[in-house]
């Protein structure tokens, strides 16, 4: 590399990647192709441990409360009203897996139960304090899909 | 992988979907209040999506049901107690009780609530145990309604249902309109509300059975409220709707309304041929 390169690398990639984050791709805008949703929401890698904790929490994700999850043995009460998700890496790449929590209707049928957590094809009457809001928000979706990638 | 480890994987994972199977499962029990077998398990009605309808019972724990089977044990008997020092007492302007006019309750009710909602000509709408008490308050004794929840509501309300204990549930929808408003029900049960966008049915038939965390799905029966709930004591039916409808992150619609009164006549239709089991104890 010369000092050419090496000065448009170091002035373009950190545009680069601020220009990603800053165009964050939109509830409605995201683009769902026969293979998933292949482009990051935000450009920024999802973190593992932050999505584990999304993934867990009540108020965000709460996956737990429908599936079991071998990887958090120690919490207890495990739902089983959606399938298990050890080893769901294996089964679906990150493409599919990201195209599933933003909406698993996409991807399954329109009778499908999991809600669409960043959709904005919701219910009837949602709870004003929530209106127009996504369940997850487009990096919290970043590391839910990066955790479940983990679950090989 | 080897042939012989993938069968061993496929024997865990055959393993493993057996006991989600036995978790899934309602109990193969009967219930018994006081010595009086209940019809806790009813072959539906034409047209209803299961073949069979099954009481809430059936999905608790062996504790929950323990409880229930006991009336000296059933919390919710407390009250049915007060409900019933209520029935006795003189209220409003008419200087009337309800035992003025209906007597011995465990005469003049009995097997009244299990026909619940009706239709009611004066309003033309359905009406519940609920607005039947406070048009008898208004009408007849010269008190004042009922506040929902309110005022010994539900307790009147789970002393008039439980001297209907152990009668099926049995709705004559040939009254009135009311057809038009179990069809009204029948689409506020299948409407997905809020944020989470779930309707009735997605929890209680499309996942019946199964868990969401600790708790089992049930059926979603109505044929024991007002209920006694470990978590929040006596709790009336359109505080329950309420609730469910809450926890799907969507606004609720106000008591008695025309919504949830449908969904009422709709959802109780679905548990004909069960018991009323008020005060029945929940998690």
């Known amino acids: ?152 | 992988m080897t042939k012989r480890l993938m069968t061993s994987g496929l024997a865990l994972a055959m393993l493993l979907a057996g006991m989600v199977g036995s978790r899934a499962d309602p109990v193969d029990d009967t219930l018994v209040i006081d010595g009086q077998e209940m019809i806790s398990r009813a072959k539906a009605p034409e047209g209803h999506p299961f073949d069979e309808v099954l009481s809430g019972w059936l999905f608790r724990e062996g504790e929950t049901r323990a409880l229930e089977v006991d009336s000296f044990e059933n919390p919710g008997m407390l009250a049915v107690e007060e409900g019933e020092a209520i029935w006795n007492t003189v209220e409003g302007t008419a200087g009337k009780s309800c035992a003025s006019c209906h007597d011995d309750a465990s005469v003049s009710m009995k097997g009244i609530a299990a026909n619940y909602p009706k239709w009611d000509a004066d309003s033309k709408k359905p009406i519940n145990i609920e607005l039947q008490i406070n048009k008898c308050r208004t009408e007849n004794m010269g008190a004042e309604a009922y506040e929902f929840d309110k005022g010994g509501q539900r307790e009147l309300t789970a002393f008039i249902k439980n001297q209907s204990l152990g009668v099926p549930v049995q709705l004559d929808l040939t009254q009135g309109d009311l057809q038009s408003w179990w069809e009204k029900g029948k689409d506020v049960y299948y409407t997905r509300t809020g944020q989470l966008n779930l309707s009735c049915a997605s929890c209680h038939e499309a996942s019946m059975g199964k868990y969401i965390r600790a708790d089992h799905l049930s059926q979603g029966q109505v044929n024991g409220f007002p209920t006694y709930r470990l978590n929040s004591g006596l709790t009336s039916l359109h505080n329950r709707f309420r609730g469910c409808i809450r926890d799907t992150r969507a606004e609720f619609p106000k008591a008695f309304s025309d919504e949830l009164m449908a969904l009422e006549t709709y959802v109780t239709w679905r548990g004909t041929g069960l018991s009323v089991e008020t005060p029945s104890v929940r998690q």
């Open chain 1, 1 to 152: 590399m010369n000092w050419r390169t090496t000065i448009t690398a170091l002035v373009f990639v950190p545009c680069l990647v601020a220009g990603a984050a800053a165009a964050e791709v939109a509830p409605n805008d995201v683009a769902f192709g026969d293979d998933g949703v292949s482009v990051s929401l935000t450009g920024v890698q999802g973190d593992v441990e932050a999505g584990a904790a999304a993934f867990k929490d009540r108020g965000l994700g709460n996956c737990l409360a429908c599936h079991a999850n071998k990887d958090m043995s120690k919490d207890l009460f495990h739902g089983n009203v959606g399938p298990s998700l050890d080893g769901v890496a294996e089964r679906y790449d990150e493409a599919m897996l990201r195209e599933i929590v933003i909406n698993a209707k996409q991807v399954f049928t329109s009778e499908t139960v999991m809600p669409g957590f960043y959709s904005l094809d919701v219910g009837k009457d949602v709870v004003k304090a929530r209106e127009g809001q996504t369940i997850l928000s487009a990096q919290q979706v970043e590391d839910v899909v990066a955790y479940l990638g983990t679950l090989k």
